[in-house]
């Protein structure tokens, strides 16, 4: 069984941070070479017009890391560095679909960055007719070319070569070159990660290479098992649902089919926009999700969806809070969800067995922990249905449901719903603030019973959407 993270919470609605824009390109034309032994090299980054972006490439490289040593490296040691211009890093950028290196996945801005610095030497334009080693540890192949000097001729995608060599500072050379040379993350092809080169521009290239917010390796992971590689390099658009690498927390996956089918609730046909669409979307697998929509804030199932503008040529991808886990049948969902909180809902699964309850469709259902029960002082007689009158078993279990579909981000954005429980129970849903943050909570109207509390959310049944509550509901007397 292949165990991965899942977190479905409405609190996941913030405000996402910024990102680190890239400056508009220069010219690529060849300029003087000056030497200037008193800078260093990172001073020369930082002075030579059209090497912004470079200079930004290391300001990431010192965040994701929290350490400036790359940059007092630079600062003193010697070197040699191959360094794109704004145009390389603005093509890069736009062939992928994202509009900043911040966007980038750490590890391939990591990788992209030590590629192009040979670290111990400083090696004139004459000089690098050859095979160097850069800071990666990966073989840099140098070449000339008539009068030009060309990188990694049989892997770059696009002709790369110096276009200003030997700008000198006190601890080595720049060489400025007119494409980003693309590591082997970039370029390689197995049978479980497609080559991003063969996928620039589309929403499978997005999913290989974007990394805000921690990434999403793992959705792109899913994908890839789930064949759906060729598919999302095509040509037909497709908006796709990415959930980032911390929401997987507690999720699991529980069979092959299950990794298909949670790929497949993760992709919609077509370029389609969220703030037009009505109260279900039909994914790539013919399975609803349920959007509530506030004031242009999504949530599908519950979860917030954000929508940053990585666009594609077939589409684009949308970050999710949390993974949309489809719909399963409820005594399937109820073990699903003892797995992943530890609680135990052995009482309510009992008594949903025992009872002539038809819960039906369209419903919201909350399911009381074991805990609950015992507080409640009807652990025997639901343990043990028989001692317990057919018709008052019911009844207490018809006070936990009533009609539509209710996730949390709809209590949310109302803030209150009030429903009759299929026994005709008023039922009071309520958003509540507090100094901690808000909670839900649900009213029976009923004196001798507390006010439950949602202690977990958002389950998808094939009767409706599950909420676990830290108390029972009971009729009124």
Partial sequence: MIRLLYSARWSYLLLFPLLVGIVSCNSDDEGGTPVRPDENLVDILSETEGLDSMEVLIDLYNEINSSTTLTSRL???????????NAAFVKLLESIGLASLSELRSDLLTSTLLYHIVPNIAYASSQVDSTLTNMSTSQ?????????IRLNASTQPE????????LQASNGVIHVINEVLLTAAFTASSSTIPSVVSTFGTVAGLTSTVGVFGGVSTINSVFTFAGFSTLLSGTSPYTVLTP????FDNFFFTSEQNITD???????????DFTTAGRTITTLGGKPLYVTNDEGSIFLNGIFAGDFGFTASNGRIVHMAGVLKPAAPLMEMISYVESITGSSF????????????TIGENRTIFMPTDAAFEAAGLVVSIDSASRLDPALLTSVLQTHVFEGMNFS?????????????????????TLVPGENGSSITVDDENADTETAQFVDFDYLTNNGVLHVVNQVLLPNP
Avoid: Q
Wanted: no cysteine; charged share 20%; proline share 4%.
């Fill in 346 to 357: 052995t009482i309510f699964r009992t008594a949903l067995e025992d009872s002539d309850i």
């Fill in 75 to 85: 600062s003193s040691s010697e070197h040699t560095i191959f360094a794109p211009n």
């Fill in 262 to 272: 949670v790929a497949n609730y993760h992709i919609i046909e077509g370029n389609f």
């Fill in 159 to 166: 002709r790369t070569v110096v276009v200003t060599p030997n």
């Fill in 244 to 247: 980032i690498d911390g929401a």
């Fill in 409 to 429: 981000s709809d209590i949310v954005v109302a803030e209150k719903v009030e429903a009759n429980a299929l026994n005709g129970t008023p039922l009071t849903i």
């Fill in 140 to 148: 840099l192949m140098v070449s000339m070319e008539g009068d030009s």
